[in-house]
C-alpha cells in the first residue's frame, strides 16, 4: 500500500515504530519536567561528586586513575544508560499494556525502544564528560593529574556498539520474565544494586585482587568500560577483557533472543 | 483471489486463574495438544475463510471467544495451535484509546499512532486535519491528551484509526461509547469504508449493528464455532438458544 511505511514485517517498518515509540519516551521526558535535560545529567554528575569526594576528600584513594573525577565520570555516564534501561525493562510490557494489546508490531520493539531511548540520553550527555575533560585541562597545573584525549577515543564507538548489543540481549530476557513473574522486578533492582559495585566503575579491573581479577573479567560490562575509559586512560588497555566481554555479550544476546521467543506467546496472554 | 483472512483449526488456552501457580516447567512445555489444569481453551478448533470486501459480524455471550479471536486476527495475540492468516493490513479498532499518552498533546498523539499503524510523516501530515475536524477537536489540537474527556478521547481514537488504508477493518464494541451524533457519523464512516470495499470484522452485542453491517456471522459458544452463515440465520439462532436458557 502506498500510503504506509514498508510493509509489516519489513524493516523499514520495524525503524519507523521503533523511533517513533523511542521519540515519544524521549518528547515525554522532555516536555513534562521543566528541567527536562538537566535531569539526564543530574544522576550522574550527582553521583560521580559523591564518589569523588568520598574517595579524594575523606579515604585517599587506591584505586583509579587520575584525574579520578574524569575516571569517574567515563564509566558513570553509560552505567546510567545501563541502570536506566534494566530498570525499565522490568515494566516494559506493563507500562505500555494497552498499546501491546492493540497493536501489532513486532514485540522485541518494546525492548529495543526503550535500549534506544535510553541511549539517546546517553548521548546527550556526554557533553558533560566533555566540560570536565576541558576544564580540567585549563585549571589543573600539575600534568600528572591533567587529562590527555589519547587515540583510545577511537574505541568509544566500539563501547556504545557492545554496551547496545548487551542491553537488547538483556532487555530480550528480562522484559518477559518480569511480565510473568511479578517477583523479579525487586530481584532485579536489587541486582542492579549489587552490580553496580562488582563492575569496575569507582575502580578499575587492575585493581582487582588475584582471583576476584579473573571473576570480574567475566561481568560483560568490565571490558565495556575498560573501552570507554581508553580516551583518556590509556592503562586500561585490556585485549583479553574486551575479548571475554564480547564473547558474554553475543552469549547473552542469543539467551535473550532464545527466551523471548519462547515467552512471547504467554506474555502476550497476560496482559 | 486470495482471502483476506484465514484461519484453520485455531485454538487459544488461558489460566483458569491469575494467581494460579505457574512453574518453569510450564513455560518451556511449548503448546501441547493436551490441556494442563488450571487451564481452559478460549477457542478451539476454529476455521473459517473470509473473502476481501466481506463483512463478519460475531456473536455470542460475554466470555465466550469473540474478543479474542478478534485479537487473533489482529496478531497481538499468539494462537497456542493452528494459524491466524491475514492478507494485507489491518486497522484495528480494538481497546481504541490504548495507543494515547496523557501528557503528550492531541498533536503529537495523532503523529504518534498514525504513524504506528504504519502512516508515513507525509500521509499523516496530508490526513491530520481530516482526522482533527472528524473528531471536532479543532480547539484542542494543542491540548495535552489526559485533559480531553472520555467522549473526545474516543473521538479521536476513531478518528485515526478509521482513516488508515488498511484493507480489513476489525471493530470491537467501540460503538457503544460516544453521544448518538457521533455515534452516527461513525456508522456513516464505516459504511463509507465497507462501499470502498473493505473487509469488516465486527464484535458487538447490538443486534441492530449486526444486521446493518454485516451479511454473515460466526457464532460462538464455549470457544468452539458453532455456527457460520448468513448474519440473519445466525442472529435467530443465537436468540433461540439464548431465551431457551
Not at chain 1, 49 to 70: C, D, K, L, M, N
Not at chain 1, 100 to 113: G, H, K, L, Q, Y
Not at chain 2, 233 to 241: I, P
Request: charge should be positive; hydrophobic fraction near 45%.
Amino acid at each position: 500500500m502506498a500510503t504506509t511505511v514498508g510493509a509489516p514485517g519489513t524493516p523499514r517498518r520495524y525503524f519507523h515504530s521503533l523511533w517513533l515509540l523511542s521519540a515519544r519516551d524521549l518528547k515525554v521526558r522532555y516536555s513534562t519536567s521543566a528541567l527536562g535535560y538537566l535531569w539526564s545529567v543530574l544522576d550522574p554528575l550527582v553521583m560521580s561528586a559523591i564518589y569523588w569526594f568520598v574517595f579524594t576528600q575523606v579515604f585517599s584513594r587506591s584505586v583509579g586513575e587520575q584525574p579520578y573525577i574524569i575516571f569517574l565520570i567515563t564509566a558513570l555516564l553509560p552505567w546510567v544508560w545501563f541502570n536506566a534501561s534494566v530498570g525499565d525493562f522490568t515494566r516494559a510490557f506493563k507500562k505500555d499494556a494497552r498499546l501491546v494489546r492493540s497493536t501489532a508490531i513486532p514485540r522485541s520493539i518494546w525492548v529495543n525502544r526503550i535500549v534506544l531511548s535510553k541511549g539517546v540520553e546517553f548521548l546527550y550527555s556526554l557533553p558533560v564528560l566533555a566540560i570536565f575533560v576541558v576544564a580540567n585541562i585549563l585549571i589543573e597545573s600539575d600534568p600528572a593529574k591533567t587529562a590527555h584525549v589519547g587515540w583510545g577515543i577511537l574505541l568509544f564507538p566500539l563501547a556504545v556498539l557492545l554496551q547496545t548489543v548487551l542491553l537488547v540481549g538483556l532487555g530480550l530476557l528480562i522484559a518477559p520474565l518480569c511480565a510473568l513473574y511479578t517477583d523479579l522486578e525487586r530481584t532485579t533492582a536489587l541486582i542492579l544494586r549489587a552490580l553496580f559495585y562488582a563492575t569496575p566503575i569507582i575502580y578499575s579491573v587492575n585493581d582487582l585482587p588475584g582471583v576476584f581479577q579473573t571473576l570480574g573479567m567475566l561481568n560483560p560490562l568490565a571490558g565495556i568500560f575498560s573501552l570507554y575509559r581508553m580516551a583518556f586512560f590509556p592503562d586500561q588497555w585490556h585485549p583479553e577483557l574486551v575479548a571475554v566481554s564480547s564473547v558474554m555479550t553475543v552469549a547473552i544476546l542469543a539467551l535473550g533472543t532464545w527466551m523471548f521467543r519462547t515467552l512471547e506467546r504467554p506474555v502476550l496472554k497476560e496482559l | 483471489m486470495e482471502s483476506a483472512i484465514d484461519v484453520a483449526d485455531l485454538g487459544v488456552r488461558f489460566r483458569r486463574n491469575r494467581g494460579g501457580r505457574r512453574t518453569v516447567k510450564d513455560l518451556f512445555a511449548g503448546a501441547s495438544r493436551r490441556s494442563r489444569p488450571g487451564e481452559f481453551w478460549a477457542l478451539r478448533d476454529v476455521t473459517f475463510t473470509v473473502e476481501p470486501g466481506e463483512s463478519i459480524g460475531v456473536v455470542g455471550r460475554n466470555g465466550q471467544g469473540k474478543s479474542t479471536l478478534l485479537r487473533l486476527v489482529a496478531s497481538v495475540l499468539l494462537p497456542d495451535e493452528g494459524t491466524v492468516r491475514v492478507n494485507g493490513g489491518v486497522a484495528p479498532l480494538i481497546e481504541l484509546t490504548g495507543g494515547f499518552v496523557g501528557d503528550l498533546t492531541v498533536r503529537e498523539n495523532v503523529r504518534l499512532t498514525a504513524g504506528l499503524h504504519g502512516m508515513s510523516k507525509a500521509e499523516v501530515a496530508a490526513r491530520y486535519d481530516e482526522m482533527i475536524a472528524f473528531a471536532e477537536l479543532e480547539d484542542f489540537q494543542d491540548t495535552p491528551y489526559k485533559h480531553l474527556s472520555n467522549g473526545m478521547k474516543v473521538r479521536l481514537a476513531f478518528s485515526v484509526v478509521s482513516q488508515l488504508d488498511e484493507p480489513i477493518l476489525l471493530v470491537d464494541e467501540v460503538l457503544a461509547v460516544g453521544d448518538k451524533a457521533f455515534r452516527d457519523k461513525c456508522y456513516k464512516r464505516i459504511d463509507e469504508l465497507l462501499t470502498e470495499g473493505r473487509t469488516l470484522f465486527f464484535v458487538s452485542h447490538s443486534e441492530r449493528d449486526l444486521r446493518r453491517f454485516c451479511r454473515r456471522g460466526l457464532y460462538l459458544d464455549k470457544g468452539r464455532l458453532v455456527m457460520d452463515g448468513p448474519i440473519g440465520e445466525v442472529l435467530d439462532r443465537y436468540n433461540a438458544d439464548h431465551n431457551a436458557h
